[in-house]
């Protein structure tokens, strides 16, 4: 199957941007392997004839966005994403009248008719450099995921007003699975998602990005992540001296396990719908992503 798919990623002049929790079998496939701006950021530079997106449906829309003369597939439409179904735009519009004067961030795991309500996007590895490039006033609304809302306020001062989103694996992590971590894994540096809760970032390590928790694994030999379990599958290939552990085994997307070989074979064919985003919803989330894009 593998053969195969590449044989028609050659023939269709096709890119594969496979997201970091991916299923390893998918590695296999893909020409680009990365977190959300790591994508966004590629997916920017595709020259190819087709963009075959394997992640959720939010990622291919921004691979839509910043590349739009491209056609871009979801290689599973079902993919989506439970934080990003948290919020709509029709809601962020009410709650923006609401409290008045403030600027809006919209995490990039946010459907495009929410990036277009939005001042400007960010990701979890830029979240804090976004937020320290705005004005000191008005506001800040800060869409969807309040942990990410409330790590970012700590690490930048800034007065922020939080959506009540949030990713369902990174909210399980606790105080105690950092402490059991610690006592499995001596040895081991404890480094957690942004999208945890605050009070676990802070008996962590570190708080990273998955790309962040990428260039960690250079530097040391033994990892507990705080994120996704299958990140570890991604650390294992790229540096398979470096022992690492989920702080929870069962921390698992079941919408990013969603896209099998299969699939991909299968958008390669031409079998999957491409991703269509209406051109005033496209336009407006356009200026979002890329305020965003030209500070990271």
Request: proline share 3%.
């Given at each position: 199957m593998i053969a195969e798919i590449r044989q028609l990623k050659q023939k269709?002049?096709?890119?594969?941007?496979?997201?970091?929790?991916?299923?390893?079998?998918?590695?296999?496939?893909?020409?680009?392997?990365?977190d959300?701006?790591?994508?966004?950021?590629?997916?920017?530079?595709?020259?190819?004839?087709?963009?075959?997106?394997?992640g959720v449906r939010f990622m291919a829309e921004n691979a839509k966005l910043v590349n739009p003369g491209r056609p871009v597939v979801l290689a599973d439409p079902k993919a989506g994403c439970q934080m990003a179904n948290m919020i709509t735009a029709e809601a962020l519009r009410r709650r923006r009248q609401e409290l008045g004067d403030v600027l809006v961030v919209a995490y990039v795991n946010t459907p495009a008719e929410v990036k277009a309500e939005a001042d400007i996007c960010c990701t979890?590895?830029?979240?804090?450099?976004?937020?320290?490039?705005l004005p000191r006033s008005p506001k800040i609304l800060f869409v969807p995921d309040r942990n990410l809302a409330r790590w970012v306020e700590q690490e930048t001062g800034r007065e922020i007003i939080p959506?009540?989103?949030?990713?369902?694996?990174?909210?399980?992590?606790?105080?105690?699975?950092?402490?059991?971590?610690?006592?499995?894994?001596?040895?081991?540096?404890?480094?957690?998602?942004p999208e945890c809760p605050l009070e676990v970032i802070q008996v962590a390590d570190r708080v990273a990005s998955?790309?962040?928790?990428?260039?960690?694994?250079?530097?040391?030999?033994?990892?507990?992540?705080?994120?996704?379990?299958?990140?570890?599958?991604?650390?294992?290939?790229?540096?398979?001296?470096?022992?690492?552990?989920?702080?929870?085994?069962?921390?698992?997307?079941?919408?990013?396990?969603?896209t099998s070989l299969d699939d991909v074979k299968a958008a390669l064919q031409g079998v999957v719908p491409e991703v269509e985003?209406?051109?005033?919803?496209?336009?407006?989330?356009?200026?979002?992503?890329?305020r965003m894009l030209e500070i990271s």
């Open positions: 269709q002049r096709a890119v594969i941007l496979a997201h970091n929790y991916q299923l390893p079998e998918i590695y296999e496939v893909a020409d680009f392997i990365g959300s701006l790591e994508l966004a950021q590629a997916a920017a530079r595709v020259e190819s004839a087709l963009i075959v997106f394997c979890s590895a830029n979240a804090v450099r976004v937020v320290q490039s959506w009540e989103g949030f990713c369902y694996v990174h909210a399980q992590f606790t105080v105690e699975d950092v402490r059991r971590a610690r006592i499995e894994h001596p040895g081991a540096l404890v480094v957690v998602h998955t790309s962040g928790m990428v260039r960690i694994a250079r530097e040391v030999k033994e990892l507990v992540l705080g994120t996704e379990a299958g990140m570890c599958n991604r650390i294992r290939r790229e540096y398979p001296d470096c022992h690492c552990y989920p702080l929870r085994r069962t921390a698992i997307c079941r919408n990013m396990k969603l985003i209406p051109a005033i919803v496209a336009e407006r989330a356009q200026r979002a992503l890329k």
